[in-house]
């Protein structure tokens, strides 16, 4: 079954009792029961709920493994697996580029229970070596990163992770499914920010974790009924429906982002540009092999000052400024004052985050609306200018 076809029918057969051809929302806490334990699957919605169940069903189908476990946000399902895995002692290995609250979550809270947070290029094949010992317990990546897009060869990460007896987790929040395998290049658990793309319409907060290894998975999914941080039955139905359309929304995102990359390389106020379908971009060829699309995200540098930046981020007509990323509707964010603002600023400088550093998350409008408005914003920062030099 093509990928297509299977968001729409994977786990999701039309309700047996009644035939209605999209499962209803299983709003309930509880299930009656036939005897003491005597159940039909179901006896505690922490534990299980048929809604969600479906959603995990073809979640993990996605990602071509067994078992996924959804989560109330990214967030819950990354602690799940940090509290899977890691003990005081364990070190963890991440990249320069990483989710902010990724970076909160170990920094703040594993780091001063003893655990070892390693942030080194692990593009820089020496470097990333030099950091994996006998303690290495994961190396966890994301690949495009947050917000640079970064493209890292899982194959690689996963080959050298697992010659020191690591695991790897990819975050495939920002490639998707669709464009992204990482089970397939090695990867042992995946995460994923369900709100962003696979959701899609910016109207939910969810979490998944997915593995193709019973065991691996099993603590997971215990810590996901014992922590209890579970996402609500109708959030799980409105992921369902966004699914459904994930790989015609996907091309669209793909679509726009690679106009406006193209739009933006150049530009005398636009410093350099992120994008991984760019030639230039320095991972592309890898890419281009471990992909089958660039994704739908482009960065860029504004070659100006901060208040430049705030300016042209606060006053755009389609991009709405906020957090977040991957819904129908486009949004833009300011990383050093929005989503990596945890990073301290001295650390956001030793990895190269530029605090002008602007993020688009071009939705499903059309290109050339994205494409002008960005322009126009442009334009007016370089009258701002002008305008001053003639006062000057
Ligand atoms: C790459 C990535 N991973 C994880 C998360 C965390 O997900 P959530 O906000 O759903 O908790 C985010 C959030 O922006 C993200 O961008």
């Given at each position: 079954m093509e990928f297509a076809t299977r968001t729409i029918h994977a786990g999701q057969p039309s309700e047996p009792g009644t035939g209605s051809l999209i499962a209803p929302i299983f709003q309930t806490s509880t299930y009656e029961q036939d005897?003491?334990?005597?159940?039909?699957?179901?006896?505690y919605s922490r534990t299980n709920n048929p809604t969600r169940a479906r959603l995990e069903a073809v979640l993990a189908d996605l990602e071509g493994v067994p078992h996924a476990a959804a989560f109330a946000s990214g967030l819950a399902a990354e602690n799940a697996i940090l509290q899977a895995y890691l003990t005081p002692g364990d070190e963890i290995v991440i990249p320069q580029d990483v989710y902010g609250g990724t970076y909160r979550i170990l920094n703040k809270v594993f780091q001063p229970m003893g655990c070892v947070v390693r942030q080194i290029d692990i593009g820089d094949t020496a470097a990333f070596e030099g950091a994996l010992n006998s303690r290495t317990r994961l190396v966890w990546i994301e690949s495009?990163?947050?917000?640079?897009l970064l493209v890292y060869d899982i194959a690689a990460v996963c080959q050298a992770a697992h010659r020191h007896g690591a695991l790897v987790v990819v975050d495939n929040t920002f490639a998707t499914p669709l464009f992204q395998q990482p089970f397939a290049l090695g990867a042992d658990i995946v995460v994923h920010s369900v709100t962003k793309y696979l959701g899609g319409h910016s109207d939910l907060i969810q979490g998944a974790v997915l593995a193709k290894d019973e065991a691996l998975f099993e603590p997971v999914k215990f810590l996901q009924n014992a922590t209890g941080a579970v996402p609500s039955p109708f959030d799980c139905w409105l992921t369902l429906r966004g699914l459904k359309t994930l790989e015609l929304r996907m091309q669209r995102h793909a679509d726009n982002a690679e106009a406006i990359a193209e739009a933006l390389?150049?530009?005398?106020?636009?410093?350099r540009v992120y994008f991984p379908g760019l030639p230039t971009h320095p991972g592309h060829d890898i890419a281009r092999r471990q992909m089958t699309g660039f994704g739908g995200m482009v960065s860029f540098e504004l070659a100006g000052t901060v208040d430049e930046v705030v300016s042209f981020v606060s006053s755009r007509r389609f991009f709405a400024l906020g957090e977040s990323l991957g819904g129908v509707k486009s949004l833009l964010c300011h990383p050093a004052r929005m989503t990596h603002a945890s990073i301290p600023a001295e650390a956001r400088a030793a990895l190269g985050l530029s605090d002008t550093l602007v993020r688009l998350s071009p939705g499903c409008e059309h290109r050339k609306d994205l494409v002008a408005d960005l322009l126009e914003g442009l334009a007016t920062l370089q009258q701002a200018r002008e305008a001053q030099v003639v006062l000057a």
């Open positions: 005897a003491p334990g005597c159940h039909r699957g179901f006896d495009p990163t947050n917000p640079r390389i150049g530009h005398p106020l636009v410093q």
